[in-house]
């Protein structure tokens, strides 16, 4: 099918030769050969007038043009999608379908994975992939790598459409055998001690109660740096450092290593509220639909009271 002499195939293996920046990898990619898809990158070049792929060095670089076709070309596939998924008859323990969700291992043990257990039994035959989070969660979300990203509400992007899942308060997590620590913790103790932070890109991004410490004027001493939250414990077993994780993985962890002590916090840290968001293309797909409600319903029967939805771009409804 052509739209204004554009052969529409095309678009898909523009598509992918926008995103791979290789005939080769494009071509395995689609499962073509690789002459069919020099073939097709001749037809595009053709069509659009410009070289789109361009050899500097060893490598192949986009073109101005290229690279000003990229979303737009991303887009209109994942509207396309979009019209393809909208089956009004969707039936989760029939469907194949799978899901790709990226978030932290802290979500990911507080609350996806009870999602996901439930799901083995609603949905027997559908698959489900995990990634950890990145400092591009939102891009992965708008270019369709990704169909649901959960992440905290301060990282959420402001273009696509975000639903409020849950909230989670702070606690502090020291080794249970650490003498400097009774009952409760001073402030003193805690800016004293030594700690396990969580950070990623180098320091670009960090936690909520980073962010609280440094609005306070609180310098802690950072022994370890970490980038996930589940091995924070084997950096406080044995020593007199102090962590502070989010209080729901705080008193998981707790359950599993009596060698851990959880105590409050000696300085408010506000509340860490953990939204979804998903593409806006996508806000009607069923199966996604499905997987958000399973979602709302995990959160409410932790216990945690939550809104139908959270404004942001998009209406944000399920």
Known sequence: MRFNKL??????VLDALLDECSVTKAAKRLFLSQSATSCAMA???EYFEDELLVQIGKAMVLTPRAESLRHPVREVL???QSITNDNPAFDPVSSDRKIVVETSDYVTSVF???VLRRASIEAPRMTFRVRTAATLGVVHLENGEIDLLITPD???GSTQPVELLFEDSWSCVVCADNDRIGETLTLAQYLEAGHVIMEWAGGAIVTSDSRAAAALGYNRQAEVTVETFNVVPHFLIGTRRIATLQTRLASLLQRYSPSLRVLP???PIPKLVEVVQYNKFQERDPALMWFRQLMR???QA???QIPVALSGAGSGTA
């Open 112 to 114: 996806l994975g009870e």
């Open 7 to 12: 052969d529409l195939n095309q678009l898909v």
């Open 302 to 304: 932790s216990s945690v």
């Open 154 to 156: 301060f990282r959420a």
């Open 43 to 45: 037809r595009l070049r």
């Open 297 to 299: 319903e995990v959160a």
């Open 265 to 267: 916090c000696p300085y």
């Open 78 to 80: 994942l509207q396309i």
